[in-house]
């Protein structure tokens, strides 16, 4: 007998901060001023001096507390060196509530490195987030959105060995889970919620929470990995796994619909696709969909 699977996933962008442009997958961004895409923003990068103890009001004497600390968190002078431009939920609710901010960028400890972020893709959970209206709890106060992101490692602390400096990387999303089921314990190293998120120039990260970009992917195709790919692929192969000869229903073209397709085709089996409008049934079919049925041409 065989089984039919369905997908379904709200790609929403983020409104016009930032400016969504067109990506793999997912919606990308570029800062309003169109120096980069997120996380780069290079005119407005910027070496400051640290002069004495303080610097815009932070105490650069007092240690650091927090597990996963902030680019701007209290810690000792000799940790920070430049600043960098970020994006933080100051008032959870729409998207006016995120600010605009010049953080320190602190230096990454010995198993951590700093990942200059060239590329940052929109899921419909960061807007959630801006919103006030994620259901999940946990959530990092004053956060520092965006889960999903590509970049180069520009610094590496004295024990890491998985990634050196100069090397692309995409991000994961739960830092903490390296493999195996997921647990308890790693929900609270999700990006842009428990801990900060990509929205920024730079951000430190723990070697294990990165992955190498393959040669022949963009910062912006590695930046659409991540939340919907891995979606896709645990959906596809956990339980009752998809296998050659079964039947998977995707709907739309949202982020998971597009991984699932090709995943199940590269698992053997056959895909049938719904959408609304002729263009993105052409997409659907040159991505190997079997069947596409346009819900607005032919309605149920």
């Not at 709200?10 to 800062?31: D, H, K, N, Y």
């Not at 263009?279 to 991505?287: M, N, S």
């Amino acid at each position: 007998m065989k089984k039919l699977w369905l997908f379904d996933l709200l790609i929403v962008s983020l409104g016009t901060m930032p400016e969504p442009v067109q990506g793999t997958g997912e919606a990308l961004c570029r800062w309003p001023d169109g120096d980069a895409i997120c996380g780069i923003a290079q005119a407005h990068r910027g070496y400051r001096q640290l002069d004495g103890a303080t610097w815009k009001g932070v105490d650069l004497n007092s240690p650091a507390r927090d597990p996963h600390p902030r680019q701007s968190s209290k810690v000792s002078s000799q940790y920070f060196e430049e600043a960098m431009k970020t994006y933080h939920v100051e008032n959870p609710g729409s998207i006016d509530g995120l600010a605009l901010r010049d953080d320190l960028e602190r230096q990454p400890g010995p198993n951590e490195v700093c990942v200059r972020i060239r590329a940052a893709s929109l899921n419909f959970r960061d807007l959630l987030i801006v919103r006030g209206q994620y259901p999940v709890p946990g959530l990092r106060k004053d956060v520092i959105p965006v889960s999903d992101g590509a970049g180069e490692v520009t610094a590496a602390g004295a024990a890491v060995r998985r990634v050196k400096v100069g090397d692309r990387v995409a991000v994961n999303f739960h830092q903490n889970w390296i493999d195996g089921p997921i647990g308890a314990g790693y929900m609270s190293s999700d990006l842009g919620g428990s801990i900060d998120g990509l929205l920024a120039e730079s951000v430190i990260l723990s070697e294990e929470g990165l992955v190498h970009l393959p040669s022949h992917l963009s910062f912006e195709e590695g930046a659409a990995f991540g939340c919907a790919t891995i979606t896709a692929w645990a959906s596809l192969v956990s339980g009752v796994a998809l296998r050659a000869g079964h039947t998977l229903l995707v709907q739309g073209t949202g982020g998971v619909s597009i991984f699932a397709l090709q995943f199940a085709k590269a698992l053997g089996a056959r895909v049938i696709a719904t959408t609304s409008s002729e263009a993105k049934a052409k997409t659907l079919r040159a991505l190997g969909a079997d069947e596409v049925i346009n819900y607005v041409a032919t309605p149920a």
